[in-house]
């Protein structure tokens, strides 16, 4: 395929997956510092007429600048059409204002995207208040859903696995994997008192007395309390070692430790490089670069 696949760094490996089975080249730019802050950035080599950049979204506001500064470069040396493949989306959560005078991040963030790409490619970006993506982004995005690789690796790797939402939201992503492995689920009730405090209740903690395995199933692990309190209760109800599987694997700073201490298997898909990483989303974006470009 002749497209110009750019891989901002630590993107290097999703990059480098999509590539091949693309039949495209990796074009790494030259980035740094200046020592006032700002960054340098440099691309090499030809630019065809359409180029992506592979860029996952955790972390946002380091990463946003020198985005839109590769975006623009990528047009100046000759690309008409510039893509994003953020195979995860971050400022979905602030979809709403909570209190007056908040900023809702997620509509800024989506305008200032937009404004810099002419199509967009994610896995599961947090859909709440949202029933689409294109509430917020004027640009056509491909929404992909992890649901049925997540099914996949429960079948292969959970004996009789009995599935557990941590909150309501959940509920989307749970019900959809339930119902390809034909397992029970049960979706936790859950009130967050801050960042990092949740709580979680069950209503039919039976279910958990089966003896089946437990996989706790979200679509982020960000500073792992919901899946801790999740684990906790697990445990409680009567699921000794419960599996938290996630799709994207943001993990906050000291995240891991206590997840780890509750002896919890921790899976996710690749959307965010991280050691827990089991589940490969590249075929999915491959189709979806493909069908982009195409449009
Ligand atoms: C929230 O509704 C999401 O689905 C996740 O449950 C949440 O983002 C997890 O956040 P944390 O790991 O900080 O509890």
């Known amino acids: 395929m002749t497209l110009t696949l750019l891989a901002m760094p630590g993107n290097e490996a999703q990059a480098n997956a999509l590539a091949i089975r693309m039949g495209c080249a990796v074009m790494l730019p030259q980035m740094r510092r200046f020592p ?5 950035l440099r691309l090499e080599g030809a630019v065809t007429q359409n180029a992506a950049i592979v860029c996952t979204l955790d972390r946002p506001d380091a990463k946003f600048l020198p985005l839109v500064f590769a975006a623009d470069t990528l047009r100046d040396l ?3 059409r510039v893509g994003l493949v953020a195979p995860y989306l971050s400022y979905m959560r602030q979809d709403t204002r909570f209190q007056a005078g908040e900023a809702v991040t997620s509509r800024s963030f989506a305008h200032a995207l937009s404004r810099s790409f002419d199509w967009m490619v994610t896995v599961d970006p947090h859909l709440h208040r949202y029933r689409s993506a294109s509430e917020i982004y004027s640009i056509p995005v491909s929404v992909l859903h992890a649901g049925p690789l997540l099914a996949q690796w429960i079948a292969a790797h959970a004996n009789a696995p009995v599935l557990i939402g941590p909150d309501s939201e959940s509920v989307q992503w749970v019900s959809a994997v339930a119902a390809k492995l034909n397992a029970p689920f049960t979706v936790l009730e859950k009130v967050r008192k801050g960042d990092r405090e949740v709580e979680v209740r069950i209503k039919d903690s039976q279910i958990l ?4 395995q437990a996989v706790i199933v979200d ?3 960000s500073s792992g309390r919901t899946m801790l309190e999740a684990v906790k209760l697990a445990k409680r109800a009567g699921a000794p070692s419960p599996i938290c599987l996630a799709i994207h694997a943001v993990f906050a700073e000291g995240a891991e430790q206590p997840l780890s201490a509750q002896g919890a298997r921790i899976v996710t898909a690749d959307t965010i490089a991280h050691p827990t990483n089991a589940i490969a989303v590249a075929g999915l974006l ?3 670069i493909r069908a982009s470009v195409a449009a």
């Open 209 to 212: 007395e089966t003896g089946r």
């Open 219 to 221: 679509d982020i692990l």
């Open 36 to 40: 006032d802050g700002e960054t340098y």
């Open 286 to 288: 491959a189709e979806a």
């Open 78 to 80: 000759g690309a008409g």
